[in-house]
């Protein structure tokens, strides 16, 4: 062999282990059933969270009720006067509406206050209510007493409107009787030309 071929074979044993030591690159793939495992995992955290969130939301909203139920028992005092039922109940959180001169509508800032009053005994479904009719002093005993059962019956009737049960709304009036306020003018006749409402039965 020449001198020439032996250079020749040096070089291809030397290039040969060359790449023979050089590592190969190894390529890792992710397993497609471990990543679905993160993304599961991930996603009953997410639920878990959720979860908890809700029942935290649930908890608060409870208590929420719980506090304005014992608002509304604290609310409550026996009337003076019975009721058409027996002994009756007020409470500062039903709210009185008022009427204009010998009129019986139902006023927007009143039906505001009848919504409030409905959203209230919402809650309550086993309580009953007895609203009370009242006129100023003008007019006669008989047309007050039937503007008195209007004006009761307006307001009971916007209550059923809202959803309100009839058999738990009973009316009576008192016509010019039961005035809020004694006096003898404008002022004195816009308090008593109202609705009032009290519980017959917690």
Same mark, same amino acid.
């Not at 997410?46 to 604290?74: D, M, W, Y």
């Not at 005092?77 to 409470?91: H, Q």
């Not at 100023?136 to 009971?156: H, I, S, V």
């Given at each position: 062999?020449?001198?020439?071929?032996?250079?020749?074979?040096?070089?291809?044993?030397?290039?040969?282990?060359?790449?023979?030591? #050089?590592?190969?690159?190894?390529? !890792?793939?992710?397993?497609?059933?471990?990543?679905?495992?993160?993304?599961?995992?991930? @996603?009953?955290?997410?639920?878990? @969270?959720?979860?908890?969130?809700?029942?935290?939301?649930?908890?608060?909203?409870?208590?929420?009720?719980?506090?304005?139920?014992?608002?509304?028992?604290?609310?409550?005092?026996?009337?003076?006067?019975?009721?058409?039922?027996?002994? !009756?109940?007020?409470?500062?959180?039903?709210?009185?509406?008022?009427?204009?001169?010998?009129?019986?509508?139902?006023?927007?800032?009143?039906?505001?206050?009848?919504?409030?009053?409905?959203?209230?005994?919402?809650?309550?479904?086993?309580?009953?209510?007895?609203?009370?009719?009242? #006129?100023?002093?003008?007019?006669?005993?008989?047309?007050?007493? @039937?503007?008195?059962?209007?004006?009761?019956?307006?307001?009971?009737?916007?209550?059923?409107?809202?959803?309100?049960? @009839?058999?738990?709304?009973?009316?009576?009036?008192?016509?010019?009787?039961?005035?809020?306020?004694?006096?003898?003018?404008?002022?004195?006749?816009?308090?008593?030309?109202?609705?009032?409402?009290?519980?017959?039965?917690?």
């Amino acid at each position: 062999m020449g001198k020439k071929s032996l250079i020749v074979l040096i070089l291809i044993l030397c290039l040969g282990l060359v790449l023979a030591g #050089c590592p190969k690159k190894t390529v !890792v793939k992710e397993e497609p059933s471990a990543r679905k495992a993160e993304e599961q995992a991930l @996603a009953e955290r997410e639920k878990a @969270a959720k979860l908890e969130a809700e029942k935290a939301a649930r908890i608060r909203e409870e208590e929420a009720k719980r506090e304005k139920e014992k608002e509304f028992e604290k609310s409550l005092v026996a009337k003076r006067e019975p009721g058409i039922a027996g002994e !009756v109940f007020e409470s500062k959180m039903l709210k009185d509406i008022h009427f204009d001169f010998d009129k019986y509508d139902i006023r927007p800032e009143d039906a505001e206050s009848l919504k409030e009053n409905a959203s209230l005994l919402m809650k309550y479904s086993s309580v009953k209510i007895q609203i009370e009719g009242h #006129c100023d002093e003008r007019g006669t005993n008989e047309y007050n007493l @039937a503007l008195g059962e209007r004006r009761a019956n307006a307001a009971k009737n916007y209550l059923i409107s809202l959803g309100l049960s @009839a058999d738990r709304i009973s009316s009576i009036s008192y016509g010019e009787e039961r005035p809020v306020d004694p006096g003898h003018d404008e002022e004195a006749w816009a308090k008593n030309r109202r609705g009032h409402f009290v519980i017959l039965s917690k």
